[in-house]
Structure formats: C-alpha cells, structure tokens
C-alpha cells in the first residue's frame, strides 16, 4: 500500500506561534504538524515530518525522499517564491507532490503569488489555514490512487 507521506516544512515554519495570525492562525508548528498527523490518520497515510530552515538541507531531504515516501506534501514558506533548486528538486524526486500555504499567498503581498513549484505539483492548496494541509493530503491520497 502506497501511503507514506514526507511533509516537508520550510523556512520559519518553526515560527509559526510568532507570525501574524491573521494569516498563519496562531497554532505552534508542534500543535499543526499533531493536527496534519490526525488527518493523516483519518485517511489512512502515514506522514512523516521534516522542517529546517536551510535551503540545502530542504533539497536534500527531497532528494532523499523516494527512498522513505510515496508522495510530498510541501510548504517550502518564502522559499516558495525564489528557490528554483527546490522545484528542480522535486522533480528529481519523482513524487506526487501538492504545495500547501496556510495563508492566501495569492491574495497577498505580489510577491508572494509566484511560485517556483507550479508545473511540479499535482495541486496547490494555499488560504484554508490547518485544514489546507486535510485538502493536500486528499489529493495525495487520491494521486496514490
């Protein structure tokens, strides 16, 4: 059965409690990575947790990842807007991977709405708070078929 899932947080997300909550939602990044466990579980996926904030480390726990995962669930945070070694690192990792944003990055400082994983990802789910990360993992689940 495919369901091992890497969640991959990026940078800041370990200050998650310290970033606005209008935008973030005021959860710990332990209380968010307890609730992306739960709906792991709820559906039947085994995630598997990773956060730094070095971009090297990121691309090589990526390009490690078929080796512990079936698919990626990503939030690479600001990283998500220049580092282009990270979207060639997906690809490198062959995985189904769906991009996830607590906030609405579109909607958001113009900066924010380009994102170096689009091409790369099945889905992109950004603007539903913790429960985006339930709407990526329904895609992964679904693209693991």
């Keep these: 059965m495919r369901n091992r899932i890497a969640v991959l947080h990026g940078v800041n997300l370990d200050a998650l409690d310290r970033r606005p909550a209008e935008h973030y939602g005021g959860l710990t990044f332990t209380q968010l990575e307890q609730r992306i466990d739960r709906f792991a579980h709820e559906l039947g996926l085994d995630a598997r947790f990773f956060q730094t904030n070095f971009e090297g480390a990121f691309v090589e726990e990526l390009h490690k990842s078929s ?4 698919a990626l669930l990503l939030n690479p945070g600001a990283w998500t807007h220049y580092a282009w070694a990270i979207r060639d690192a997906v690809e490198v990792a062959g995985l189904p991977a769906v991009e996830v944003h607590l906030s ?7 900066f924010r709405r380009l994102s170096v994983l689009e091409g790369v990802v099945v889905a992109t789910v950004s603007g ?18």
């Design 128 to 145: 539903q708070g913790v429960e985006g990360y339930r709407a990526g993992l329904e895609h992964l689940k679904t693209a693991l078929g």
């Design 104 to 110: 609405d990055v579109k909607h958001r400082e113009p």
């Design 67 to 70: 080796d512990i995962a079936d």
